[in-house]
């Protein structure tokens, strides 16, 4: 088999390794007013490294988070991992949903 149809067979087996929808990602990615075409390879990198990314988010805010003890991840763990995290900095702020959820339940709480 030359190098080329084995290049060819490991994207094809490559390509079923990935959970997220393609479809999905390729609208998102169409939702942009500056996106008018996506390459196949793109659309492929951008849904693996999106599922990356939610991979190491949920596995960091696990092993920060409180719920261990009961093999659970709630919504402050991953707001906690996004502000406490180098890594997740860029998460923080107010166009991030954590900071402002979260600002928003203490808010509440505090009768404001």
């Known amino acids: 088999m030359s190098a080329k149809n084995m290049e060819k067979v490991e994207q094809a087996t490559n390509r079923k390794n990935i959970s ?62 996004a502000e406490e995290s180098e890594t997740f900095q860029f998460l923080t702020g107010e166009s991030w949903p954590f900071v402002m959820m979260t600002n928003t339940v203490q808010t509440k709480s505090a009768g404001v």
């Open 20 to 81: 997220l929808p393609m479809s999905r990602v390729r609208l998102i990615m169409k939702s942009s007013p500056d996106v008018s075409c996506i390459n196949q390879d793109a659309l492929f990198l951008t849904t693996k490294a999106t599922e990356l990314f939610v991979q190491h988010l949920a596995l960091s805010s696990y092993k920060n988070g409180s719920g261990k003890e009961t093999n659970t991840l709630s919504y402050s763990d991953l707001a906690n991992a």
